[in-house]
């Protein structure tokens, strides 16, 4: 037990797949659907790609390129510094950093340690970094000497528990020339750093030979990552990922390639400490001795730039990301056809952005689908049938449920949509400091030992998933209830609308009406009124919306993704 969280291995998902045999048969992917993973801590899967590829390059930045054997050295002098300021097994360790090659170095060095990585995003507020460091009980963070985000680190360690900062530097892991440029043209993004014995350099650091006593490690039970929920609804909470959870997950989205082990470059687009980028660019990459090409932010040019240059062979990215690129005047200039498969995840594919990319690129672009507390649970097949609007087939080892929205220890009947339940050996453990909600108790998070998801789904004939709705986005309307995914999906045949977003706004009969907002393709004219009218007729009674509201944006997470929860905290201001 560790923090009040008992970290028992179920085997319930094992019992399940045995039970269920829908995708014993018919599996679209290439290995078999009933694999099995052996426990592997990430340290070891790290070790295992640099014996194979030690001199492949395992990152791209900017241009530098670093190679699997210098990585690891770097990763152990990191582990050896942080053994030095006193971080022992289980201790927390904070990434604050955007897509640069000392988060790599951080995130294996820690887990070296036997510490436990916890992801943060650049973009938090003081308030949000604090509140997340100290439900963690974050020791040390790592973050760079940028004013985006040095400044909010030290204000932090100075309100919170937080012990030490290290502080790295752009300009240090660039190739030379970009080097100089950036001290030369720069300096007003580097943020002074305090003269405070807490905060030391990363350079200094790694100023070590890279020794340090190597603690015995349990795969399947010492939690490697705390990974906090970043969805449109509800407070974060920090989803405890063991090393096994990660490295099944990096295997089983290896084992859905069929040219695995090919030349193998993935475009690091995604933020890494979100987890689509963790098990699809950080993990998976290196447990198939593949190369990062890392790039500190989404930007479409820079995108189009890193894919051309490097020929890249994969972009895994969320929707909007695809019809940016697809927006870009750069695009037809481009040569982008190096693309062999993209996954896109985080929001519905919508077809004609599925359609626009590949045609533009000779890709494929496939839509999976998995939760922060999951990694990646489901993928259409790269090769062979894709079903558009569906998030494909669950990975190897990997079974989906679905059971009764209203009661979640009884199936869905046959036939009806139902919340989708996972299991798998990616799913978490819990979530941390919350024993209330573990795999042992069938309440809000599991049921039957499996991952509730939330999503309400159908499965069909093929054993393809199809998401229907989020049940708590779901509208009620004088009893009725409406699935805002089927009206947005409605909005979208509309050649006007480019985002759509259906909430439901207080009513004084029917408790609930739909209310849409909506943002426009360039250059269209149309009015909500007349987008209204002509949605209206077309859905059902109970599903037509009081409202269309036309937008020049609209919310969005961190890593793209249309986010309802602003747009439902607006309107219950309004109405009191």
């Not at 460091?133 to 040095?150: H, I």
């Not at 496939?366 to 609007?389: H, M, Q, W």
């Not at 009893?479 to 009513?507: C, M, N, Q, W």
Request: glycine content about 10%; aromatic content about 6%.
């Amino acid at each position: 037990m560790r923090n009040g969280v008992a970290l028992t291995v179920s085997s319930a998902y094992v019992n399940v797949m045995r039970d269920q045999n829908l995708w014993a048969t018919g599996y679209a992917h290439p290995k078999p659907w009933d694999q099995r993973y052996p426990a592997m801590t990430v340290p070891e899967m790290l070790a295992g790609a640099v014996a194979r590829v030690p001199h492949a390059p395992m990152i791209d930045f900017m241009g530098r390129t670093y190679g699997y054997a210098e990585v690891l050295d770097g990763a152990r002098r990191v582990a050896a510094g942080l053994h030095a300021m006193g971080v022992v097994r289980g201790d927390r360790i904070g990434l604050f950093l955007p897509n640069v090659p000392h988060y790599v170095a951080a995130y294996y060095g820690a887990l070296m340690l036997g510490a436990v990585v916890v992801n943060f995003s650049p973009l938090y507020s003081v308030e949000e970094l604090a509140h997340q460091v100290e439900d963690s009980g974050t020791r040390v963070l790592f973050t760079l000497s940028a004013t985006a985000l040095l400044p909010t680190a030290v204000k932090v360690l100075a309100a919170s528990g937080l012990e030490r900062l290290v502080v790295g530097s752009i300009a240090g892991v660039l190739p030379p020339a970009k080097s100089l440029l950036y001290r030369l043209l720069k300096r007003k993004e580097v943020a002074a750093r305090p003269d405070d014995a807490r905060i030391t350099t990363f350079s200094a650091l790694i100023a070590n030979d890279g020794r340090f006593p190597e603690p015995a490690m349990d795969a399947a039970r010492d939690v490697a990552l705390i990974q906090y929920t970043g969805g449109t609804t509800g407070s974060p909470k920090g989803a405890m990922l063991t090393h096994q959870n990660l490295t099944a997950n990096a295997r089983q989205i290896i084992d859905v390639d069929p040219e695995a082990g090919a030349p193998d470059r993935i475009v690091g687009a995604l933020p890494l400490f979100h987890i689509f980028a963790n098990a699809c660019v950080l993990n998976r990459t290196v447990a198939n001795g593949g190369t990062m090409v890392l790039l500190p932010r989404f930007d479409a040019a820079a995108v189009l730039a890193a894919v051309e240059r490097t020929k890249a062979t994969s972009l895994p990215g969320v929707p909007t990301m695809y019809q940016a690129l697809m927006d870009h005047p750069k695009l037809a200039t481009t040569d982008l056809s190096s693309l062999r498969v993209c996954i896109s995840g985080g929001a519905p594919l919508a077809g004609p952005v599925k359609a626009r990319f590949e045609a533009a690129t000779g890709a494929v672009l496939v839509e999976g689908y998995g939760l922060t507390e999951s990694g990646i649970a489901a993928t259409n097949p790269y090769e062979g049938l894709a079903k558009t609007g569906t998030i494909g087939q669950p990975l190897p080892a990997t079974t989906i449920r679905l059971v009764d929205r209203e009661d979640a220890t009884r199936d869905a009947p046959p036939g009806e949509p139902g919340e989708i339940v996972i299991h798998g050996p990616q799913v978490m453990v819990g979530y941390w400091n919350r024993p209330d909600l573990g795999p042992e108790q069938d309440g809000a998070t599991f049921a039957g030992g499996g991952l509730r998801t939330g999503d309400v789904g159908v499965i069909d004939e093929d054993g393809y998933v199809r998401i229907v709705d989020r049940l708590k986005d779901m509208i009620s309307v004088g009893g009725f209830k409406v699935f805002p995914s089927r009206v947005e999906t409605v909005l979208y045949r509309h050649d006007a609308v480019r985002d759509a977003i259906v909430i439901g706004v207080p009513d004084a009969y029917q408790g609930e009406r739909p209310k849409a907002f909506v943002t426009l393709m360039e250059g269209a004219g149309v009015t909500g009124d007349e987008l209204m009218a002509w949605l209206n007729p077309l859905v059902g009674k109970h599903e037509r919306c009081v409202a269309v509201e036309v937008r020049d944006v609209l919310p969005r997470t961190l890593v793209g993704k249309l986010s309802r929860k602003e747009l439902v905290a607006e309107e219950l201001a309004k109405a009191g």
